[in-house]
Nanobody, 120 residues
């Protein structure tokens, strides 16, 4: 079993910054992609950013130039640096990981979510 634990959410004023972290633990052989999605009240969960371990990351158009995804593979951790935050960035942010377990089974995992609130 694999667990994803997020941290770093909170309340920030518009224009401010936050850094989210997500640490994976458990029976991990390797992690392919790690990324972030978000869900605002009354809306579907949307893609934010992903790091597939092969490049500089992919981003939703709405966050390009403001958010940066990075990984520390030694710690099985993915980060999301969020700058120039806007009220429309307010949402619950969920971490995602495409994990190959020690058993060699491959499963997608989600974190429990962390609230980000941007005040105007």
């Amino acid at each position: 079993q694999v667990q994803l634990v997020e941290s770093g959410g909170g309340l920030v004023q518009a224009g401010g910054s936050l850094r989210l972290s997500c640490a994976a633990s458990g029976s991990i052989f390797k992690i392919n992609a790690m990324g972030w999605y978000r869900q605002a009240p009354g809306k579907l969960r949307d893609f934010v950013a992903i790091d597939d371990n092969g490049g500089s990351g992919d981003y939703a158009d709405s966050v390009k130039g403001r958010f940066t995804i990075s990984r520390d593979d030694a710690k099985n951790t993915v980060y999301l640096q969020m700058n120039s935050l806007k009220p429309e960035d307010t949402a619950v942010y969920y971490c995602y990981a495409d994990v190959v377990a020690v058993s060699r089974s491959r499963t997608n995992y989600w974190g429990q979510g962390t609230q980000v609130t941007v005040s105007s």
